[in-house]
């Protein structure tokens, strides 16, 4: 049994992390695996995946290059596990070899990209996909209208976190440590996070670490110096290391106006660190509300800073949802977990 992992790049991203996170499961397990990427060897991922042993092989070049490239890469390989719907849509151009290949699609997006032929592919895609996964219930239940398959046909795997020997030690630091670790876009509305940090003075007991670079990285950098809070605000720009994100963290905060459902939630959780988060995507069925983190409707920076408050005033209080969170994410998101689901539809 060998299995090619297929993805449209290794650039930063959810379904590119979760990859890495199942190969590196599977790597332990000592299962035959490779990746196939269409992006390039400077992709984020591509590095940390070959120094785990794990061969990535890039298809690059024109249209009939890459198709070329495709057929004789797959020969060798009995599954292909397809984590994009661009790698569905370029199987469009070789689907009668893929006719007696085990071929595993997991969805990770609930939004489509923006690309063309994506229904056609997909419909043409149902001829030759052996099992397909949605890493979430809306994924499953909004399939129909993306893509006219049955709900039936989709089973919900969630995303999995490698989880640590070792707690972080939280709630010990004389000010919390917040973190924000996200692509730095508008919908994760981290500037009304500077904004509120400021009008509520968060600076006199906490310092706010901004990780992730993308098209909002100058503005919110200029929003933050133009604050009276600047010394407290720091941009660390992209970090791959997840144990330098959160070494010394206390909480991580997710602002988003939308969200499927983090990898950093999850990363950070299995650590023992807990979120406040807005109540969004499939958030809510992750955090239980003053259990293992908090849950706040998005802009209800009032409810945010008396929580933040709490926290501060009752470091316990703090260190028990990070005990509750660490648990609920060993409990249901455990890459060696999820990976043995996966094994069983490569059989």
Known sequence: ???????????????????????SAQKQQALDIAVMTFGTKDDAFQREIEVLGVPVININGNLLTRTLKLISLIKGYSTLHV???????????IFPFLLNKNIVYTIHGEIEPPIGFIK????????????VFGVSENIKAGINKRYGWSSTSVEVIKNGVAIPEAF?????????????VSRLVPLKNISQLINAFERFQC????????YGDGPEMLALNSLAMASTIKESIVFHGAVLNEDEIYREKDLLLINSTTEGLPMALLEAMA??????????????????NLDNGVVYSVNDLEYWHSQIIVIQEN?????????????????HFAIDHISALYKKSYQ
């Open 1 to 23: 049994m060998r299995i090619l992992h297929c993805v449209s790049s290794l650039q930063v991203g959810g379904a590119e992390k979760c990859v890495k996170n199942l190969v």
């Open 83 to 93: 984590h994009s719907p661009a790698v569905i849509r370029a199987f469009s151009l």
């Open 120 to 131: 056609q592919s997909h419909w043409l895609a149902k001829y030759y996909v052996d099992k």
């Open 168 to 180: 972080e030690l939280i709630g010990d630091n004389p000010k919390l440590q917040l973190c924000t």
């Open 203 to 210: 600076n006199k007991y906490a310092d706010l670490h901004i």
């Open 271 to 288: 650590r023992g660190i807990p979120s406040f988060s807005t109540s969004v995507g499939e958030i809510p069925n992750v955090i239980s």
């Open 315 to 331: 470091r316990q209080r703090l260190k028990a949802m990070g005990v509750a969170a660490r648990q609920f994410v060993k409990d």
